[in-house]
């Protein structure tokens, strides 16, 4: 009866581990970006470009709230930063996602975001390193703006020389 005492709440495992995505033994991580990714496209297939952006940035404020809110109630039980916690980089990656337009640019979205967030240059790893739930988020939410970046100016140029 006791091991049942130290089990996390079932709805704080669901959002935080991204559907059980953070469960995945290589890579967790990256299961949940590509998780957040795939979801992005199933949606693109099936909304116009104006309503995907709406859905996918009232994704990213709701999971950013449910997360950091789903977070603080798992570290208590799997310790600060849990790497099964993948509701994170779900978020992070729709950030660059608002900028995409098909599944190329997606794909180059997920990339970078990965490389931000495993990288974590210009400042990510500061907010990494910062305690508590919201900040298991920030250094996402950082690495999603980066990319966004990046991706705008790699649209851009594109554009430009097009």
Known sequence: ????????PLLPVIIGTGFGAGFWPWGPGTAGAV????????????MG?????????????????LGTWATARLEPFWGEDPSRVVVDEMVG?????????????????LIL?????????????????????FWVMGDDIAAGIYSAIVL??????AHYLS
Do not use: Y
């Open 113 to 133: 975001f990965r490389f931000f967030d495993i990288v974590k240059p210009l400042g990510i790893r500061r907010l990494d390193e910062r305690p508590g739930a």
């Open 49 to 65: 470009p104006e309503a995907l952006i709406v859905v996918t940035a009232a994704l990213i404020v709701v999971f950013t709230l």
């Open 152 to 157: 705008a100016a790699a649209l851009g140029a």
């Open 93 to 109: 990656v729709w950030i660059p996602l608002l900028l995409a337009t098909g599944w190329k640019t997606a794909l180059a979205a």
């Open 1 to 8: 009866m006791q091991s049942n005492m130290r089990r996390p």
């Open 35 to 46: 998780l957040a990714t795939a979801i992005w496209l199933a949606l693109w297939t099936v």
